[in-house]
């Protein structure tokens, strides 16, 4: 397995929480923001989609911040890597931006979950896992509604789809909106969903991203509830 070893400007923890305090909306297009460069810096060194590990069984992965690692001092802690560690079976095609989300483009304006579905099913379409919601809770909710609609009917072109929900973070509010529409239309289109918002994790100085013990029982419970599903 290859570990992505990075370590990301401190800004763009700092400017998602201090986003998240002025509530501020993140729906219009947001190139010029300072976190967007480091973001791109990123993708420039390691690709927009990543590979890791090397087993016979595929996950492709779509998800934000917690599944890029963002704020870890070794982003081959984040849960994503540490999947594969405890799967060895498994390899995890990841496509990953920190502070998107089903309808949230994000720093650079335009890397909502829409934005990037189609280039990972690209790549790997047998076993899709939706990671996030979190960043959706400051997006208007009409427009989190039709993009998740909008997602989940995109991601049928896989084979299995698993949604993983939004954690209770304690720097954000309004998580329990987003897991009740995210269970909801993950019923409706036949797909197994998980919920996170009862996970008692560790959580880091900014109280919104989890520390590498948190990732590490993330990984974990994100594994039992793929062996649940029959999955792995």
Known sequence: MRLRRIVLAAAIASVLVAGVAA???????????PGCADIRAYQERYGEIETLGHGERSLAVLG?????GDTLSDRGQRWTDVLVTLQPD??????AVGSTGYANPGLCGRDSFRDRIDDLLARADDTLIIQGGINDALVDPADVERSVAEVLDAARAADQVVVVGPIDAPAISGEDRVDALLEREA??????????LDWELPFGPDRLHLTADGHRAYAERVRDGLVDAGIL
């Open 64 to 68: 934000d911040s917690y599944s890029a």
């Open 23 to 33: 509530a501020v909306s993140l729906t219009r297009a947001q190139a010029g923001h």
């Open 187 to 196: 019923a409706e289109h036949g797909m197994t969903y998980i919920s996170t």
């Open 90 to 95: 498994v390899t995890v095609t990841l496509a």
